[in-house]
């Protein structure tokens, strides 16, 4: 399972990198077809307990978001979010199996989940060097996670949240804060970027992070899912890859506009 979780991770990483360094359309497409998938996996995992959320009315939210995010100046999210809540209720009159009230909260609170995050993903690529400083959020988290592996599956005594993930422990975290916060500011450094801000995006990863995939876990273990999909393989779905970055890359644009670039 290491080695297929290695071998995965050395294919997407490099595609990963590229299209955020050139950024554009190719980072934009890559971005949307993440998150639709993630949409889907996230209404199948709704799907195991019973509920049918329409898929279509994620994917709404986050593109109401998204173009909201690239195109500030029509001001189209109020009334995208306005036909939305209007079209998606209407939906619900006529489709009125099992829970319906239910169905029509998750739609809306699944695009908005996911559609937040994947906007801030794009401010962050959009800001001076915002390539440098997205790839520096990811470094961050991959670099926290990795260390948290490492460090956990060999010294984790003291399970942090055993009832849903039962290998994150508190030695984890540490030794992943340790990880990003020494290793980051070497890849700040090569970006041309202070290193104390790779260290603080580091330790954003480990903290930050570590509530994300928390979150996602949560999910999971209330529909009785160990993954949220199998597409790729040794990580499970690619809800599962976004989990942490979906909550550090929010913090980390914050940080990054409210004190790196004050």
């Known amino acids: ?8 991770a050395l294919i997407l990483a490099p595609m990963v990198i590229g299209v955020i360094w050139i950024g554009g359309w190719p980072f934009y497409s890559l971005l949307s077809l993440a998150f639709c998938i993630a ?8 799907r195991r307990s019973g509920f049918q959320p329409p898929l279509f009315f994620s994917i709404a939210v986050i593109l109401a978001l998204w173009l909201n995010t690239l195109f500030p100046q029509t001001n189209l ?19 009125r199996q099992g829970a319906p009230t239910v169905d029509w909260a998750l739609a809306l609170i699944g695009g908005l989940y ?7 993903l794009m401010l962050t690529r959009q800001l001076p060097q915002g390539e440098r400083w997205l790839l520096l959020i990811l470094t961050g988290t991959w670099l926290a996670d990795t260390g948290a592996f490492l460090i956990g599956s060999r010294f984790g005594r003291h399970k942090m949240t055993p009832s849903l993930s039962p290998k994150k422990s508190w030695e ?5 804060a340790i990880f990003g916060m020494a290793l980051n500011p070497i890849v700040a450094a090569a970006f041309g970027l202070p290193a104390i801000h790779g260290a603080a995006l580091g330790l954003i990863g ?5 509530l994300g995939d928390l ?9 009785g899912a160990k993954d949220s999909g199998n597409l ?14 979906m909550f550090t890359v929010i913090v980390g644009y914050y940080y990054i506009v409210w004190i790196a670039l004050a």
Do not use: C, N
């Open 172 to 176: 984890g975290l540490i030794g992943g």
């Open 114 to 120: 996911l559609g937040v995050a994947g906007a801030h």
């Open 206 to 210: 480990a903290l930050i992070g570590t």
């Open 232 to 245: 790729i393989p040794g990580h499970g779905g690619v809800l599962d890859r976004l989990d942490s970055l």
């Open 77 to 95: 999210l109020q009334p995208a979010v306005a036909f939305i809540l209007i079209s998606s209720l209407t939906w619900q009159l006529t489709h």
């Open 1 to 8: 399972m290491l080695l297929t979780r290695v071998l995965s």
């Open 215 to 223: 979150s996602v876990s949560m999910i999971k273990r209330q529909v």
């Open 39 to 46: 949409a889907y996996e996230f209404v199948q995992l709704m």
